[in-house]
Every structure is written in structure tokens, then in C-alpha cells.
Nanobody, 125 residues
Framework: VQLQASGGGPGQAGSSLRLSCTNSERTFRRYTVGWFRQAPGKEREFVAAIKWSGGATDYADSVKGRFTISRDIAENTVYLQMNSLKSEDTAVYYC???????????????????WGQGTLVTVSS
């Protein structure tokens, strides 16, 4: 599994950005795909995840109501739509995937076997 994350960049507070995560080697079928982020000087934190089969989702409380994770089966891509951006959303965002993770572990970065390169999101107020 080779994950490619894209879509980061600068944004103003209140604006929107959309991140994309693709898998160049195989379909995401059977995988849970998620996003983590790491701000300067802080630990990596869970943002959102989606079960490819069935589309179940979960979000960190800090992004609920503002971020939406979704999948495009035809494009084999997972998106993270980020609306109402805040300065505290500034971080490097990582796409992750795993095919054996259980839902109660979605928040745990060590539970994911596959990580993409990060994409930087910078939100200015």
C-alpha cells in the first residue's frame, strides 16, 4: 500500500480546503482509511477515519461539524473536506490505512500499518 496525500496549503480562518488520499498499489476495499495531524510541538492526533466497506465514519471532537471524511469508490480516493478552518487546524496532515484495525482503535496512530507522506495545512487568522 502506497498512500499519497495531497491538497494541503495555506488558508484563511473560516475558509475551506480539501485533502485527498489515494492508494497507488491496490484498492482500499477492506481497509479503514484515516487522517491524523501533527502540529508543531504537539503529538500526532486523530482527525477522522472511514471504513471503506460500508462507509462508517468517526471524527475527533475538535473537528466534528466542520470536517467531513468521504470516499469515492470509483476513484479509489478518500477525501477530507475541511470547512470553517481555524488557526488551530494548522498542522501536517497524514493519510493512514489499515486492513485489520478495529473501530475502537481508530483513534490510535500505532494501530495503522500504512502512512502516507504528510501534507501541510497552514491556517492564518
Amino acid at each position: 500500500v502506497q498512500l499519497q496525500a495531497s491538497g494541503g496549503g495555506p488558508g484563511q480562518a473560516g475558509s475551506s480546503l480539501r485533502l485527498s488520499c489515494t492508494n497507488s498499489e491496490r484498492t482500499f476495499r477492506r481497509y479503514t482509511v484515516g487522517w491524523f495531524r501533527q502540529a508543531p510541538g504537539k503529538e500526532r492526533e486523530f482527525v477522522a477515519a472511514i471504513k471503506w466497506s460500508g462507509g462508517a465514519t468517526d471524527y475527533a471532537d475538535s473537528v466534528k461539524g466542520r470536517f467531513t471524511i468521504s470516499r469515492d469508490i470509483a476513484e479509489n480516493t478518500v477525501y477530507l473536506q475541511m470547512n470553517s478552518l481555524k488557526s488551530e487546524d494548522t498542522a501536517v496532515y497524514y493519510c493512514v490505512a489499515d486492513d485489520t484495525i478495529i473501530r475502537s482503535s481508530w483513534w490510535n496512530p500505532t494501530a495503522y500499518d500504512y502512512w502516507g507522506q504528510g501534507t501541510l495545512v497552514t491556517v492564518s487568522s
